[in-house]
């Protein structure tokens, strides 16, 4: 399994396996504090990853209890390409960073498809995190259409090759597969048979780097989705909002995958 690198918590080695959820745009701070104060004595396993994407509102509160270098990776879901200037309602990678991030989420389908964030602003975004070392986390996926016109390898392969367009090789990314018509309450979960040849693209154009899996992952179809050949872990939005199941989920991809 691949190398996740050193933007995640030290522990012993690099991490085998990642478990993440976004909160999106959900989550008062009084919440974020109960979910992260819920994190912070879990017997995490070895070799698994933790992190958690709260609102931009929330990152300075749930840093303080899962603070850099802790075992649980605190993230931003977006952040502009430069480090600062007139760009009124933006946050930069630095100031992400000065809240308490240390991954940062990158063209997320929901950005790409209201934010007008193209391939060419995703590729700024991974240069900017991998700038101030932060672990770019980069979001990709096909919609229904282009799954339907069988185009999903080559859409899909297209996004990865554009987000690490320049970026170093030994530089380290996160992918997630996160096909668009999977996604949120509209979405249709995907099978395991669905993705397996999408992820297989994706290990090749990223050269090894870990692949994650999203998009209505769930307790009853975690297992299924972590065994594809090729999944490093998994990315959840509404199934991991809980902690408790947040923990849940962390526990099947570590039993399949550490
Ligand atoms: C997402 O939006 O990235 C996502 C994975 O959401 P959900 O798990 O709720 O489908």
């Known amino acids: 399994m691949a190398d996740g690198g050193s933007g995640a918590a030290s522990r012993?080695?690099?991490?085998?396996?990642?478990?993440?959820?976004?909160?999106?745009?959900?989550?008062?701070?009084?919440?974020?504090?109960?979910?992260?104060?819920?994190?912070?004595?879990?017997?995490?396993?070895?070799?698994?990853?933790?992190?958690?994407?709260?609102?931009?509102?929330?990152?300075?509160?749930?840093?303080?209890?899962?603070?850099?270098?802790?075992?649980?990776?605190?993230?931003?879901?977006?952040?502009?390409?430069?480090?600062?200037?007139?760009?009124?309602g933006e946050v930069s990678v630095p100031q992400v960073k000065d809240a308490g991030a240390r991954l940062l989420e990158i063209g997320h389908s929901e950005r790409r498809a209201h934010f007008g964030e193209t391939d060419e602003r995703v590729n700024l975004k991974v240069q900017a995190a991998l700038r101030h070392g932060l672990l770019p986390l980069v979001c990709v996926g096909e919609d229904a259409g282009q799954r339907a016109a069988g185009s999903a390898v080559d859409v899909v392969s297209a996004q990865v090759r554009a987000a690490l367009d320049g970026v170093p090789d030994h530089a380290q990314v996160l992918l997630a597969y996160e096909p668009v018509w999977a996604i949120g309450a509209s979405g249709t979960p995907a099978e395991p048979e669905d993705i397996a040849e999408v992820v297989a693209s994706i290990v090749a154009v990223g050269q090894g780097r870990p692949v994650l899996y999203g998009g209505s992952v769930a307790l009853d179809n975690a297992t299924g989705l972590i065994d594809v050949a090729g999944v490093d872990g998994l990315f959840v939005g509404r199934a991991a909002w809980d902690a408790a199941d947040f923990v849940a989920l962390a526990e099947i991809v570590a039993q399949r995958s550490t």
């Open 12 to 88: 012993s080695g690099p991490p085998t396996a990642w478990i993440g959820t976004s909160w999106k745009m959900t989550k008062t701070l009084a919440q974020a504090r109960a979910f992260s104060g819920a994190l912070v004595d879990v017997p995490w396993a070895a070799g698994l990853q933790p992190f958690v994407i709260p609102p931009a509102t929330a990152i300075a509160t749930v840093a303080e209890l899962l603070p850099p270098g802790g075992p649980v990776l605190v993230g931003a879901q977006d952040a502009h390409w430069e480090d600062e200037g007139p760009w009124t």
